[in-house]
């Protein structure tokens, strides 16, 4: 890796190889990158989009996130598992549009609402709420919530993520209940609530909502949605209804 370093983007290919590669290969690789000297070597590689720390016991303020904070054109961070992570160097990533820090000991989230050109964001694991920071990223149009089991509640400030497509709350044993804020979010198309087993209540104007799909499998507390039989007037038509009453009207004059 060494010697690749100094033949222009060697290294985003090689990350993007690492990207599609299976899991385990993926980790020893990985491994091994960060083996050879990792500040002396990522530093040279200007190109870098695609970077995986998987469980790096390092990162914290004295560990990688100071060599990740000069990847100008890095898209995607992947860090689940880490120990800890701080993240007072999320500003200087102008590219970034995909980060996954889910499960992870400790956080500390400074910096993390100045990502602007974030679409993607996996959080979660420690704590019992979600940082505000994370309502301030109006562009995501994905918030992946998943296996998040402290997790106690949504804050209403969702309701900020006017661009969202997906949220994922899979697993998240202690949510009780969804804000109404949820059923403001105009953009959204799936949720996935499977195995909320807390979960008591949704806004029921999701339940009507076109175009969205839920996922409830495994929520036991939840209450079916009431279906309505449909009207008189919505069997037979909105543009039929009207000739159906004037032929009674004629019938009843004869």
Same mark, same amino acid.
């Given at each position: 890796?060494?010697?690749?370093?100094?033949?222009?983007?060697?290294?985003?290919?090689?990350?993007?190889?690492?990207?599609?590669?299976?899991?385990?290969?993926?980790?020893?690789?990985?491994?091994?990158?960060?083996?050879?000297?990792?500040?002396?070597?990522?530093?040279?590689?200007?190109?870098?989009?695609?970077?995986?720390?998987?469980?790096?016991?390092?990162?914290?303020?004295?560990?990688?996130?100071?060599?990740?904070?000069?990847?100008?054109?890095?898209?995607?961070?992947?860090?689940?598992?880490?120990?800890?992570?701080?993240?007072?160097?999320?500003?200087?990533?102008?590219?970034?549009?995909?980060?996954?820090?889910?499960?992870?000991?400790?956080?500390?989230?400074?910096?993390?609402?100045?990502?602007?050109?974030?679409?993607?964001?996996?959080?979660?694991?420690?704590?019992?709420?979600?940082?505000?920071? %994370?309502?301030? &990223?109006?562009? *995501?149009?994905? #918030?992946? =919530? $998943?296996?998040?089991?402290? @997790?106690?509640?949504? !804050?209403? +400030?969702?309701?900020?993520?006017?661009?969202?497509?997906?949220?994922?709350?899979?697993?998240?044993?202690?949510?009780?209940?969804?804000?109404?804020? %949820?059923?403001? &979010?105009?953009? *959204?198309?799936? #949720?996935? =609530? $499977?195995?909320?087993?807390? @979960?008591?209540?949704? !806004?029921? +104007?999701?339940?009507?909502?076109?175009?969205?799909?839920?996922?409830?499998?495994?929520?036991?507390?939840?209450?079916?949605?009431?279906?309505?039989?449909?009207?008189?007037?919505?069997? *037979?038509?909105?543009?039929? =209804?009207?000739?159906?009453?004037?032929?009674?009207?004629?019938?009843?004059?004869?």
């Amino acid at each position: 890796l060494g010697g690749m370093v100094d033949q222009d983007g060697v290294m985003a290919v090689l990350s993007t190889a690492l990207a599609e590669a299976r899991p385990k290969q993926r980790e020893h690789a990985f491994t091994a990158m960060m083996a050879v000297a990792p500040e002396d070597l990522l530093l040279k590689v200007r190109e870098l989009r695609y970077y995986d720390l998987f469980r790096d016991t390092r990162m914290g303020v004295d560990g990688p996130t100071k060599v990740v904070g000069r990847m100008q054109n890095l898209e995607r961070l992947i860090a689940p598992n880490c120990a800890r992570i701080e993240l007072g160097w999320a500003a200087r990533l102008p590219k970034l549009v995909t980060l996954d820090i889910s499960n992870l000991k400790t956080i500390r989230a400074t910096g993390l609402g100045r990502l602007g050109t974030l679409r993607t964001l996996k959080i979660g694991g420690h704590g019992t709420a979600v940082s505000p920071d %994370v309502f301030k &990223l109006r562009r *995501l149009t994905r #918030l992946d =919530l $998943s296996r998040w089991r402290r @997790l106690q509640a949504l !804050p209403e +400030a969702i309701g900020a993520l006017k661009e969202l497509e997906e949220l994922d709350l899979a697993g998240c044993t202690g949510l009780t209940r969804l804000p109404d804020e %949820v059923a403001s &979010l105009s953009a *959204l198309r799936v #949720l996935n =609530l $499977s195995g909320c087993k807390a @979960l008591m209540h949704i !806004p029921p +104007a999701l339940w009507a909502r076109p175009g969205l799909t839920i996922t409830t499998r495994g929520c036991t507390r939840l209450p079916k949605p009431q279906t309505k039989r449909p009207s008189l007037a919505k069997q *037979l038509g909105s543009t039929r =209804l009207p000739e159906v009453r004037a032929g009674v009207v004629r019938h009843a004059g004869q």
